[in-house]
């Protein structure tokens, strides 16, 4: 039995080649999945690990509450979402004076400021634990990469990685 190397004609070109009916769970999944795991950030787990540290289980009462209010908030963000075709600063814009929408963006910017420097306070520290050597310096080359991945990465593929 001898192989035959195929013609040029069967050969499948980019335009003939069709997509799957059903598409995968991972691109259905797209930036909500992000969305949605974004609370489990460097400086979280820290946080849960300092906590389950000191408390052990006696801190486990607190999802009973905290849980169902989670999930009412984004159920009200979702559906605010999609009535009005608009997010939560569009909203405030229309309904609020400029004001406070100035207030609550700047305080959402000093919190996320604080959020983004302790994400990356937690990574420099656990790479110190994993490899040793100076905390500082694995801070400023985390943020110096994140800063470059999302500047000079196309959009789509930066998501892949972070979907990983």
């Known amino acids: 039995m001898t192989k035959t190397v195929p013609d040029v004609e069967d050969v499948d070109r980019p335009e003939d080649i069709k997509p799957p009916e059903r598409p995968k769970l991972l691109q259905i999944l797209g930036p909500g999945l992000i969305t949605g795991a974004s609370d489990d950030d460097p400086s979280g787990i820290a946080t849960y690990s300092q906590v389950g540290a000191q408390f052990g289980c006696d801190m486990g009462w607190v999802m009973l509450v905290s849980w169902p209010l989670m999930c009412a908030i984004q159920e009200i963000s979702a ?10 600063a569009g909203n405030l814009r229309a309904h609020y004076p400029r004001s406070l929408l100035i207030g609550l963006v700047g305080l959402l910017l000093i919190a996320n ?14 790479l110190k634990l994993v490899i040793g050597g100076p905390e500082l310096i694995y801070v400023g080359v985390f943020g110096l990469v994140s800063i470059l991945l999302e500047v000079f990465v196309r959009y789509s593929r930066y998501v892949s990685v972070l979907k990983c």
Do not use: H, Q, Y
């Open 79 to 88: 559906r605010i979402g999609r009535v009005t075709g608009k997010g939560i």
């Open 113 to 126: 400021t604080i959020n983004l420097g302790a994400d990356l306070g937690a990574m420099g520290a656990a």
